[in-house]
């Protein structure tokens, strides 16, 4: 099946600055990519998505990069805020069910 | 509240007890998925319901669990025997037909004691 893994497992940035987290996948036939955010207890919530025939794509601060010929897609959050501090998971699915294979999850810090 | 919701959202049971988790998805969103996450880990995937029909299952669901969706709206996920590897934060998904993106419920906290 379908192997999802994110770098790095945790990361501080400071406030303003940008941070990127990328996650690579297995399965070539994955062709939906999801990210979703987690906060302390609360459920994760679907902040970006990008689908295989995407390069890249934009929403505000937050956008997503996907190398197909690599086999990686990554998170980029610019202008940091705390409020962006949480758990990240990258997600692939190869659509029909949407079944999705989640990454380990990175945990974000934003230092005011 | 229109957002998938789970009942309930904690469930502290003693090992070797039966537990039954409800779900009920974002109004006419035909699939329905379950998910366990435990701690520092991404969700991992436990089965699949398209309207009522169960579609799949992952090789994570042992015959102690089981999970029903009879009239294509709520689901319940039953836990038989319960043990303490059971612990973990059950989750719900559900999307519409044609569309891909997925939204989960809050979970229900297992705790097996």
């Known amino acids: 099946g379908e192997n999802v893994e994110q770098h790095p497992s945790t990361l501080s940035v400071q406030e303003g600055d940008s941070a990127v987290i990328k996650c690579t996948y297995s399965?070539?036939?994955?062709?939906?990519f999801p990210w979703y955010k987690q906060e302390l207890g609360k459920r994760p919530q679907l902040i970006i998505d990008i689908r295989s025939n995407v390069g890249e794509k934009k929403d505000q601060r937050i956008a997503v990069t996907l190398n197909k010929t690599a086999k990686h897609f990554s998170l980029h959050i610019t202008e940091t805020q705390p409020e962006d501090s949480a758990v990240y998971f990258c997600a692939a699915s190869t659509g029909g069910n949407n079944r999705l294979a989640f990454g380990k999850g990175n945990q974000v810090v934003v230092i005011p | 509240d229109t957002g998938v919701s789970q009942d309930p959202r904690h469930k502290i049971t003693k090992r070797g007890q039966n537990v039954t988790f409800r779900c009920d998805p974002i109004?006419?969103?035909?699939?329905l998925y379950w998910y366990r996450q435990t701690l520092g880990q991404g969700p991992e995937f436990l089965t699949y319901?398209?309207?009522?029909?169960?579609?799949?299952k992952s090789r994570l669901l042992s015959d102690r669990f089981s999970a029903e969706r009879p009239k294509g709206s709520f689901s319940t996920l039953e836990i038989q025997r319960t043990e303490q590897g059971d612990s973990a934060m059950y989750l719900c998904a559900s999307s519409s037909r044609g569309a891909t993106e997925a939204f989960f419920g809050q979970g229900t906290r297992l705790t097996v004691v």
């Open positions: 319901f398209q309207n009522e029909a169960q579609l799949e």
């Open positions: 109004s006419e969103h035909n699939r």
């Open positions: 399965d070539s036939a994955s062709n939906y």
